[in-house]
């Protein structure tokens, strides 16, 4: 049997271990915050799309240390943060023919893990989703889950495509990707825009910020694109276009920066703004709406701190 564990299983975490758990795969979990609950009960897992499951993890746990046995895959779901150390997390269970599948947000987050691993397959793992933790145990899939998944720095391994037709059993569109670090850039033209709105708005769901500042939405997801091409990951024509759309016809959505700022919680503000910042600095492609976005989120990231 193939052995899953899920390093940060909250919503997108729990979500997706579910999904493999459902497709046969034996899947532990890690998590802090929901640990006696997890333990006690397991999740509920409420799909719009899907339907309702409970999902029983086979090791529920607080720390990756405690595995026991020999993961095939470790599916790392947590947020990109300065303040978390995504390899220390993972080392203590990271074994010889383990692979390291990242699900996480952000640009320029892949080096930190090749660099730690180099003898391990590493995966970055794109979820096109909307999906939320709505209380200890709970997750709440709205709509989408589509997942790409590819090698690092590029190509398809078999490990990798064994991954995405278990996905793609459990009732989701699991694709393998030759160029994930291009599907990269090609989430960060959504996230960019949408995540920091939300909070900068004072917590505006997806639909409000569209119809009422499609103009700025615009321009932010043009500047992502620019950036992108500079960066020698060209994206398609009409990526912007097709964002909109899909914006317009999903449900009203609280985006995760949002819920974190709610929370409490530290921002993705650097893996997605910052980074890609940093990028088009390096690169000398201008980026106006997004350096003024980005120091709007460090202003807002100081009220925070308070």
């Known amino acids: 049997m193939i052995k899953v564990l899920v390093i940060g299983a909250g919503a997108i975490g729990a979500f997706y271990g579910a999904l493999l758990a459902k497709a046969g795969a034996e899947v532990s979990v890690v998590c802090r915050s929901d640990y006696n609950q997890v333990k006690q009960h397991g999740f509920i897992i409420d799909s719009h799309p899907l339907g309702r499951w409970h999902f029983t993890p086979a090791?529920?746990?607080k720390n990756a240390a405690d595995f026991e046995g020999t993961a095939d895959y470790i599916l790392l779901c947590t947020k990109v943060i300065p303040a978390l150390d995504r390899v220390a997390l993972l080392r203590p269970a990271v074994a010889k023919n383990t692979a390291i599948v990242f699900i996480q947000n952000g640009v320029d987050i892949e080096q930190e893990l090749l660099t730690a691993f180099p003898n391990n397959e590493v995966v970055s793992g794109l979820a096109f989703i909307c999906c939320n933790r709505v209380g200890p145990g709970e997750i709440l899939h709205l709509a989408y889950g589509r997942l790409a998944l590819g090698n690092l720095p590029n190509g398809v391994s078999p490990k990798t495509a064994q991954l995405c037709e278990l996905f793609?059993?459990?009732?989701?569109?699991?694709?393998?990707?030759?160029?994930?670090?291009?599907g990269r850039w090609q989430k960060c033209v959504w996230n960019a825009p949408f995540n920091p709105l939300s909070v900068l708005s004072g917590g505006l769901p997806t639909l409000d910020i569209l119809k009422t500042q499609e103009s700025l939405v615009r321009s932010i997801m043009q500047e992502v694109c620019?950036?992108?091409a500079a960066s020698g990951h060209p994206l398609p024509d009409d990526i912007v276009n097709i964002n909109i759309a899909h914006t317009y016809a999903m449900p009203p959505y609280k985006t995760s920066m949002l819920l974190d700022y709610e929370n409490g919680q530290p921002m993705e503000t650097e893996a997605i703004l910052g980074n890609t910042l940093r990028a088009a600095q390096r690169l000398g492609v201008a980026a106006p709406h997004l350096e003024s976005v980005y120091a709007l989120m460090k202003l807002r990231e100081l009220k925070l701190s308070d």
């Open 226 to 228: 620019n950036i992108a």
């Open 59 to 61: 090791q529920v746990l």
């Open 168 to 182: 793609r059993q459990s009732g989701i569109d699991g694709n393998a990707t030759e160029n994930i670090v291009t």
